[in-house]
């Protein structure tokens, strides 16, 4: 079974059906949609360079500038920014949307419930709404909405208690990054850190290797494949979880849509076993997730 655990519904970027379509022609059996969460951008040309120097930057001598460089990404007005220029981020994003695509299909989708605890109290929507079939768990994403990872510790202690997961995008302070504090604070709840734990990569996997319920996704162009191979190689399979972050970077060959066997194909040359790579491609999320 093939699980994209991680994908943002956003039908000005790709539509419904050929979201289906492509589910169908690369054999994924669920995805796990999640809000639109920013006005639609392309990772390609300049800024996909752009972002291979980030990422060598955060990996290496350079990782104080990389992370400066990661940070400048949002400006004080809350906007994500890229070459200059600048895309609305939504404080509230619609669940709504992902909310009728489950009922619509509720044999392809699953729904991450997205939080954002310094605009809404976050638990009362999550007890209000996880009782729905469908929803699988909450996402956050303290980077974008800028603040302190904290700030998620009574929604952490739900989801802990509910036995669901957190999908968390980390950012690169210490107050929206720390990645020690909610696995110390709630060694029950299942945290899966977004993008192979970005922007801090080998020192997040040092951390969380002996941490029973924290893995990370393997989605999203903030990655390339040596350092999807790294993730893997750093933590063992067990702990990874195949996602896309679609439909944001990859474009397809044939439409310049999304291509939603990139990073498939990329798992699928990892060095391990037939067995791990279906671990990642599915059975890892479906066992943490209880589906």
Not at 36 to 41: E, G, I
């Amino acid at each position: 079974m093939i699980i994209d655990m991680h994908y943002h519904l956003d039908e000005r970027m790709e539509t419904m059906d050929r979201l289906l379509t492509q589910m169908d022609r690369h054999r994924i059996d669920r995805v796990a949609l999640i809000a639109q969460v920013v006005d639609p951008f392309h990772v390609e040309g300049v800024a996909e360079r752009l972002a291979h120097l980030v990422r060598n930057m955060l990996r290496g001598f350079w990782r104080r500038l990389g992370l400066l460089a990661y940070e400048s990404t949002v400006t004080k007005s809350g906007k994500f920014s890229i070459l200059g220029k600048t895309y609305p981020i939504y404080e509230l994003p619609d669940n709504r949307i992902v909310a009728d695509a489950i009922k619509t299909h509720p044999d392809r989708f699953y729904g991450w419930f997205f939080i954002n605890p310094a605009k809404q109290d976050a638990v009362a929507a999550l007890e209000k709404n996880l009782e729905t079939p469908g929803w699988i768990g909450a996402k956050c994403h303290p980077f974008w909405h800028r603040y302190p990872i904290s700030r998620l510790d009574d929604a952490a202690a739900l989801c802990s208690q509910r036995g669901l997961p957190l999908l968390i995008h980390l950012g690169g302070k210490k107050e929206n990054g720390d990645f020690k504090y909610l696995p110390d604070r709630h060694p029950n709840l299942k945290i899966i850190y977004a993008h192979a734990g970005v922007p801090h990569y080998q020192h997040l996997w040092d951390h969380i290797k002996t941490k029973k319920n924290v893995t990370i996704d393997l989605s999203s162009p903030y990655l390339d494949e040596p350092l999807r191979r790294a993730a893997v190689s750093a933590l063992g399979p067990e702990k990874c979880l195949y996602g896309s972050d679609g439909p944001f970077g990859y474009p397809a060959a044939d439409d310049h849509g999304y291509d939603h066997g990139a990073i498939m194909d990329e798992i699928n040359r990892l060095p391990i076993s037939t067995k791990d790579k279906e671990g990642i491609l599915g059975k890892n999320f479906k066992d943490l997730a209880g589906l």
